[in-house]
């Protein structure tokens, strides 16, 4: 196969450096420069798959935030409804009260923990983004990586 002859312009501060890497490792610059070409070029380079990761985890961080957004949202409603309906109550009713809301809090418990067991969310209640749904979004994320 008969190579090609290039003639790149550098910055000499660049040049200097590639001078200094080429003969540190005693190497020919032709060698790094086809190297270097042969990595920027390539499609299925570290770089690209780092990038594709990343956007992936970015993603799936936005996801994370909008639903810790829904659930920050769903609970002050939650607390304005309990305070707006949750009379105060007097020193004789307090003792009683304390050992109902113990057993109703362990109720609750529970039943998040069955909910959970079951693989249900509450968060799968809420309507999904317009974007689509988690297959749709596997699905684009498959065909970049391909």
Same mark, same amino acid.
């Given at each position: 196969?008969?190579?090609?002859? !290039? ?10 450096? =590639? ?21 920027? /070029?390539?499609?299925?380079?570290? !770089? ?12 799936? /961080?936005?996801? %994370?935030?909008?639903?810790?957004? +829904?659930? +920050?949202?769903? =609970?002050?409603? =939650? %607390? ?16 009683? +009260? ?28 809420? %309507? ?8 749709? /979004?596997?699905? +684009? %994320? ?5």
């Amino acid at each position: 196969m008969k190579r090609k002859n !290039i003639h790149p312009y550098l910055s000499p501060e660049l040049f200097k450096s =590639f001078k200094s890497y080429c003969s540190s490792r005693n190497i020919s610059q032709s060698s790094v420069v086809e190297a270097a070409l042969q990595e920027y /070029l390539d499609d299925n380079s570290d !770089i690209r798959l780092l990038l594709r990761r990343l956007d992936r985890q970015g993603r799936h /961080l936005d996801r %994370v935030e909008r639903d810790l957004t +829904a659930l +920050a949202e769903a =609970f002050g409603v =939650f %607390v304005q409804l309990w305070f707006a309906h949750t009379p105060r109550l007097g020193d004789e009713d307090k003792k009683g +009260a304390e050992k109902e809301a113990w057993s109703r809090y362990s109720q609750f418990v529970e039943y998040v923990a069955r909910q959970l067991g079951g693989g249900h969310r509450f968060i799968n209640d809420l %309507v999904e983004d317009v974007l689509g749904d988690e297959e749709e /979004l596997k699905k +684009a %994320v498959d065909d970049d990586e391909n």
